[in-house]
């Protein structure tokens, strides 16, 4: 429940349904599913295995297991590179939960009240364009981060988190039972659902897979830290499989309820990192009873990225607690200081720095590529061959103990062959070297 909780987030409800408009809809969602599946589950089920293996922060679990395995200790880069990418991801993620947080203000004031598409834009356009707003927010979403990670109360959200995605997901359904009035909604379903080639480019396929990453949190070692904590009786395959399915099944029910609401109300589906927060409104202002549900949705997504940012730090904390000899608290205050500052980039990525392009991005766009498509699947690649090829196949097979033999080596396969190769290739496709 603890891994689902911090699995399902922002990437879930936010970034889903924006990538999958950016991207021309059904082929991305296609591209996806498949990444989820045949990347997503075994890599999933490999980091859960050697993070209850190692028992450890990142750093130290690869440390520990690389000397079990007899291989370099330059493996550890793994631990580095994911405790770097989740403070990298939690600067920008701050600054979504921030807007959260308003939205939480706004639904609850009444102010999408019979709203417009046009209005729901207006109102957001106006909020993001003001720097100091924008820091606020991004403040006190930290300051709610921070305060859990530094007293170390983690599992008394984490079990508030079994009432309340639950939650979040009756009211994802109550979204996308609107989605069916609005008279769009099987162009919605099209949208998502009827595979159009046309559309995918190789940028689209990275981003693809790199989404499924990100949602599922992978390839950063925050699943490790989790899989420190399961008990030895636990079966990893199919507590894999079912984080896997329910963080998909919360993504698709988001793009089903958002995606007609976009075409009755001439709304952009490509209007990237807006997009739920321009159709949202629209649904809850027209709804019966949308005040409050609309402040509950927020409410409920709220919870969801605060225990997703947890787990995105938790790796950095750990580290310095573990290694540094720090109390939590002086661990939890540097690193959320560091994130904190870092997450200006974002907040000024709407508004004073709009103009400033690198690589033809903003700061956000740049932070978001480089963590989501190159550093999360580089560090794939990494725990791919580590898991795959250099801890030893007993060890492997007793951890993951799955009772069919049959079971075991298709994991084997995808872990050692596929994972490694597929993510390679989409990489370098990317990046335009194949
Ligand atoms: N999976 C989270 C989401 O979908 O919002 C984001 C995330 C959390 C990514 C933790 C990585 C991570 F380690």
Redesign the pocket.
Known sequence: MAATG???????????PYLTGEHGGSAFVLVYIVCVAALGIPMMMAEVMLGRRGRQTPVNTLRTLAAEAKVSQGWQVIGWC?TL??ML?LSY?SVIGGWTLAYILYSATGTFSGITGEGASALFNQFVQNPAAQIGWHTAFMIMTMYIVARGVQSGLEKAVQYLMPALFGLLLVLVAYATTTGYFWQGLTFLFTPDFSQLSGTSMLTAMGQA???????????MIYGSYVPKGTSIASTSVSIALS?TLV?LLAGMAIFPIVFANGLEPRAGPSLIFETIPVAFGHMTGGLLFGTLFFLLLLV??WT??I??IE?AVTLLIENYRMTRLRAAWWCGMVTWLLGFGTAFSFNLWAQVRVFGMTFFDNLDFLTSNLM?PFGGILIAIFAGWLLSPDTSRTELNIASPWGYSLWRVLIRYVAPVAVSVVLLHAIGVL
């Open positions: 911090a699995a399902v987030g922002l990437g879930n409800i936010w970034k889903f994911g990418a989740g991801i993620y990453f990100f949602s599922l949190s992978l390839g950063m070692g925050t699943i963080d993504a969801a990225a997703s940012s787990s995105l790796p999360l």
